[in-house]
């Protein structure tokens, strides 16, 4: 028999180790899930109940610390699945200004990668505010329809049962989003965080369509330097970065009760449109105005097609999202906005 020497035996070893851990990451009983928003990925609503003592979760909205819930999905097959999750609060002006908080879900880490949801809930429990959320969530479905390189969100219809309350019940739309590590991990990139995001790295196609989305939704609830409401991640096949914007309860699409414009901009009302952004690229720019102007009637047909919109937020959205088409039908009007009256790209 051959002798196997010292080396020989280090390559044995780490191939047998390497060969092992296939077998396990490839077996069934490893069944460790990319997402916890996997669990809600549907073509269609997905009906959840929501089990949890609402009443301590609105009292300790500040505190931002775990509480308990239970999480049913209900599955088209008729199937339904229970989570034991934590959930805190989480936000800052939708915390001060609505009786319920947005609400961060956390799943157990030993089933999932990625075990953290945002789920963002109605302000409080009555019917307008129903289609408020509704359109917010729209707006995430129309830079979705722009571009795959956005957060994926899954529309719910939720029932409350609030064990703080001699377990009553309520039934409201929420929608829930996918965390940042999830979109750069879908992505292939990672999350980028500096201290201070220079626009010099950013992509100047994806720039170009942030800024644009931005303005047609009338949203100025955002700063690239320090990542106001939106993500960064980074794509390392062509050495830049992408941002990805979120939350848009401040813009005039949404247009909440709470929603002010800040005193640093030249407008009156949230649903004034105003460029706050860099200038972009003439090119860029020229380039998804096209973009923009080929997925007009997509834009406007979901709005119109949306089932769970009431005739009044069909009416508004779709008109609201008419004057941006005016305004873009002109490649000299849109680089007026864009690349002549905006602040000089640092």
């Keep these: 028999m051959r002798s196997i020497g010292p080396n020989s035996q280090n390559s044995l070893v780490q191939q047998l180790i390497c060969v092992v851990a296939f077998l396990f990451f490839a077996s069934p009983a490893f069944s460790q899930k990319v997402s916890a928003f996997s669990l809600f990925e549907s073509d269609s609503i997905v009906h959840i109940r929501m089990t949890t003592d609402m009443k301590l979760l609105v009292k300790k909205k500040y505190d931002e610390e775990y509480q308990p819930a239970i999480i049913e999905i209900f599955n088209p097959n008729g199937d339904t699945t229970s989570y034991d999750v934590k959930i805190k609060s989480r936000g800052n002006t939708r915390k001060k200004a609505c009786n319920f908080p947005p609400i961060k879900i956390k799943f157990s880490k030993k089933n999932f990668l990625y075990p953290k949801l945002k789920l963002v809930i109605t302000c409080s429990n009555n019917d307008p505010y129903d289609q408020i959320l509704l359109k917010e969530y729209m707006a995430?479905?129309?830079?979705?329809?722009?571009?795959?390189?956005?957060?994926?969100?899954?529309?719910?219809?939720?029932?409350?049962?609030d064990t703080g309350r001699d377990r009553k019940s309520f039934v409201r739309y929420g929608f829930v989003i996918e965390t940042a590590e999830s979109l750069a991990d879908r992505m292939g990139g990672r999350v980028y965080n500096p201290k201070i995001m220079n626009t010099g790295v950013i992509d100047t196609?994806?720039?170009?369509?942030?800024?644009?989305?931005?303005?047609?939704?009338?949203?100025?609830?955002?700063?690239?330097?320090?990542?106001?409401?939106?993500?960064?991640?980074?794509?390392?096949?062509?050495?830049?970065?992408?941002?990805?914007?979120?939350?848009?309860?401040?813009?005039?699409?949404?247009?909440?009760?709470?929603?002010?414009?800040?005193?640093?901009?030249?407008?009156?009302?949230?649903?004034?449109?105003?460029?706050?952004?860099?200038?972009?690229?003439a090119n860029a720019c020229e380039n998804y105005r096209r973009l923009f102007i080929s997925k007009q009637e997509e834009i406007l047909q979901s709005c119109r097609d949306f089932k769970y919109f009431n005739k009044g937020a069909k009416k508004e959205t779709e008109g609201f999202l008419l004057g941006f088409f005016r305004e873009i039908e002109s490649e000299k009007n849109t680089k007026k906005i864009f690349c002549e009256n905006c602040k000089p790209m640092k």
């Design 140 to 161: 995430y479905q129309i830079f979705q329809k722009l571009s795959d390189k956005g957060f994926k969100t899954e529309l719910l219809k939720i029932e409350y049962i």
């Design 205 to 281: 196609g994806q720039l170009a369509l942030f800024t644009m989305f931005q303005y047609m939704i009338a949203n100025t609830d955002w700063a690239i330097q320090n990542l106001h409401n939106l993500e960064a991640v980074t794509d390392p096949v062509n050495k830049v970065v992408l941002v990805i914007p979120y939350d848009f309860d401040y813009s005039g699409f949404v247009d909440t009760h709470y929603a002010v414009v800040h005193e640093s901009l030249p407008i009156e009302s949230v649903t004034e449109r105003y460029n706050k952004g860099v200038c972009i690229n």
